[in-house]
């Protein structure tokens, strides 16, 4: 057992929140550089931390060592979500993910899928129309936010626009609760960003509720009759599913899935619009090398190791999503876009990324945003060639809170004669 390397610093003055959220990225290359391993620690969130940039040592924290490293009760996302399956620990979230499976799954699953298309053809038709430039994130951003809200709480922006207007203006301001100081001040004429989270999460709360009563049909009915520990627990998740969160990690992967296809990428595209099986290939690729969201934290409830190295009780462990997936002992040449490495050397090897968790703690709706990203990558390849507009744009990446390009890009899309084009693309990989 060896000690890790780095070093924690000492409380507050050793604190290096401040470097790794200007640029998480850069934070990990250049410490694993010094340090030559892939798991190091320093201080974040004034609180010493082991950081995991290998797929061995994540494999160690999220799969083999689930029940050692537990998700913080002080999170964040707790004060922003209340108790739900990402927020619970030990049995608790156990019992919780064998209650909500189903919803993700079969028949649940499947119900969605004309849903799935119809708000996919909404969004996306028109894309062409102008012939002018289309700015990409928040197309797909609002695209991701009509699935949500249609899927999890029956909300159609034609048939009630103002009900949709009020909850994805709520959603957002209940997300900047995320990625706000949890101080919680209101004095007249102002409120702090925290404290206006949670009038947000309030009203959010008020409208599911109302739902949970009122509907029958749809994903909402499916989770009255689910057996939860309490009353409060189905609103909780429906807070949760509903949240800015699934659009967002949807618009930032749909963004690097064009741009990585645009332009040079014609052939890519070409390929991919042909063989199913090929996009399914495309689509990891682009998780493995955009991961949404940068990782996660979990806190040791015991002494352990990770990698070989010690880890004291209570010290935090966070993985990094950017890292493990270019982890050149698992991907040979880790920064390059190469589809072919999931039907080759990397074949079979899909349960190594974390771009939306993994082991037993992983995602619950993994299966449902492969689904997403099949139809809407589907639809805009059936009917659309694109390039950037201009060709030359600042394509730098910031990491959070969630990975975009830093200035939004433009791109223009050319509509596909009719003949080439089809409606629905073959059944492929799930």
């Not at 909404?122 to 129309?129: E, G, I, Q, V």
């Not at 689910?226 to 969160?245: G, N, Y």
Request: proline fraction near 7%; include cysteine.
């Amino acid at each position: 057992m060896s000690k890790l390397v780095g070093t924690a610093g000492v409380s507050v003055l050793g604190d290096k929140s401040l470097e790794f959220y200007r640029d998480p990225v850069a934070f990990c290359e250049q410490r694993i550089e010094k340090h030559g391993t892939r798991i190091f620690q320093s201080r974040l969130l004034n609180k010493p931390t082991s950081f995991v940039c290998s797929v061995e040592g994540m494999k160690e924290l999220l799969c083999e060592k689930s029940s050692v490293f537990l998700k913080d009760p002080t999170d964040v996302m707790h004060n922003m979500y209340g108790d739900n399956i990402v927020t619970a620990n030990g049995e608790e979230a156990c019992l919780l993910r064998l209650s909500l499976t189903n919803l993700f799954t079969g028949k649940c699953l499947a119900s969605g899928s004309d849903l799935i298309n119809s708000v996919s053809e909404r969004c996306l038709k028109n894309l062409s129309a102008t012939g002018e430039p289309v700015s990409v994130y928040p197309l797909f951003k609002r695209l991701g936010t009509e699935l949500v809200l249609g899927l999890f709480l029956n909300v159609n922006p034609d048939e009630t626009p103002e009900l949709f207007q009020e909850i994805t203006a709520l959603c957002t301001l209940h997300w900047h609760g995320i990625i706000s100081t949890p101080i919680s001040v209101k004095v007249p004429l102002w409120s702090s960003g925290f404290c206006t989270a949670l009038e947000a999460k309030d009203k959010l709360m008020d409208i599911i509720k109302d739902k949970l009563e009122c509907q029958r049909q749809g994903f909402v009915g499916y989770l009255r009759d689910l057996p939860l520990p309490d009353a409060s627990c189905a609103s909780q998740h429906l807070l949760l599913f509903i949240s800015a969160l699934i659009p967002k990690a949807l618009a930032s992967l749909l963004t690097s899935f064009t741009l990585v296809l645009s332009g040079a990428g014609k052939e890519i595209r070409n390929r991919a619009r042909a063989d199913p099986d090929y996009l399914y290939y495309v689509l990891l690729e682009v998780q493995r090398l955009w991961p949404p969201f940068i990782g996660g934290r979990r806190i040791a409830n015991q002494d352990t190791t990770l990698g070989g190295f010690h880890i004291p009780k209570a010290y935090a462990a966070m993985y990094i999503s950017h890292a493990i997936h270019r982890d050149p002992e698992v991907f040979h040449q880790p920064e390059d876009f190469l589809p072919e490495r999931w039907c080759g050397r990397n074949a079979g090897q899909e349960h190594l990324l974390c771009s939306l968790g993994n082991g037993p703690r992983n995602c619950i709706g993994v299966q449902l945003n492969n689904v997403f990203l099949k139809a809407v990558c589907g639809y805009l390849l059936q009917h659309y060639d694109w390039d950037l507009s201009p060709y030359s744009q600042d394509l730098q990446y910031k990491w959070l809170p969630v990975s975009r390009p830093t200035v939004p890009p433009m791109v223009s899309f050319t509509e596909l004669e009719l003949e080439s084009s089809a409606t629905d693309l073959p059944d492929g990989p799930p």
